[in-house]
């Protein structure tokens, strides 16, 4: 099963409104990444999170982790039509060398 | 700067027939190189990663085989296609000993018939 899971799985909001994705976790995790899908396209790095921090701030984007209820956030502030894709949060975990992906919540920004 | 080229970007091929998925990387050395795959509308699951050459490690059991090569190149197979093989084939790379981000290619997408 995925280690990640995001909610909601799906986001439609309007252009310059905050969009708010969530991702939960279940095993020791020694940081925690977020990245954008466009359409039919590869993966793009957005930002990490390392385990002993809790937020995080990249341009437009604020990620928080709590490590205690394995969960993290991921807000989009004042969102654009070019927002509009897919979001995953991926898990490094103790000991694995490879990520594990979430789900995905693809976020729908009307112009 | 470093790049990750993967070919072919779709293809369609019928059950039973054989597959290769290539996947190269520039600019850098000795990445960790990995083969994710997804299927519509779904996260990504991880099928092989490499921390060098000839060294494969398998997540999952399946038609699927995966060759390091070379340094750089990165190749996915399978001797006999299956319908559940259909999906979105994502090859990515990361720097050596690390658990940092990954570098993706633009995907393959493949159809079994």
């Known amino acids: 099963s995925q280690q990640g899971e995001e909610d909601p799985q799906a986001l439609s909001i309007q252009e310059g409104e905050n969009a708010t994705m969530n991702c939960s976790y279940k095993?020791?995790?020694?940081?925690l990444q977020w990245y954008r899908q466009n359409s039919g396209r590869g993966l793009v790095h957005l930002i990490l999170?390392?385990?002993?921090?809790r937020e995080k701030h990249s341009g437009r984007l604020r990620v928080t982790l709590d490590t205690s209820k394995k969960s993290s956030s991921l807000l989009i502030t004042a969102s654009r039509a070019a927002d509009t894709a897919s979001y995953f949060c991926?898990?490094?975990?103790?000991?694995?060398?490879?990520?594990?992906f979430g789900s995905g919540t693809r976020l729908q920004v009307q112009p | 700067s470093q790049t990750i080229h993967q070919w072919p970007a779709t293809l369609v091929q019928p059950v039973g027939s054989p597959l290769s998925l290539e996947c190269t990387v520039e600019?850098?050395?000795?990445?960790?190189l990995y083969w994710y795959r997804q299927a519509a509308g779904r996260g990504l699951q991880l099928l092989f990663y490499?921390?060098?050459?000839?060294?494969i490690s398998s997540e999952v059991p399946q038609n699927l085989s995966a060759s390091r090569p070379q340094d750089r190149q990165f190749i996915l197979s399978s001797k006999k296609l299956l319908l559940s093989d259909s999906g979105f084939y994502l090859c990515?790379?990361?720097?050596?000993?690390?658990?940092?981000?990954?570098?993706f290619g633009e995907g393959s997408r493949l159809t079994v018939l």
């Open positions: 991926a898990t490094a975990g103790t000991g694995r060398r490879a990520l594990t």
């Open positions: 990515a790379w990361s720097i050596s000993g690390s658990s940092g981000e990954l570098f």
């Open positions: 490499s921390v060098g050459i000839g060294q």
């Open positions: 095993t020791s995790i020694n940081n």
């Open positions: 999170i390392r385990s002993n921090e």
């Open positions: 600019g850098t050395s000795n990445p960790n």
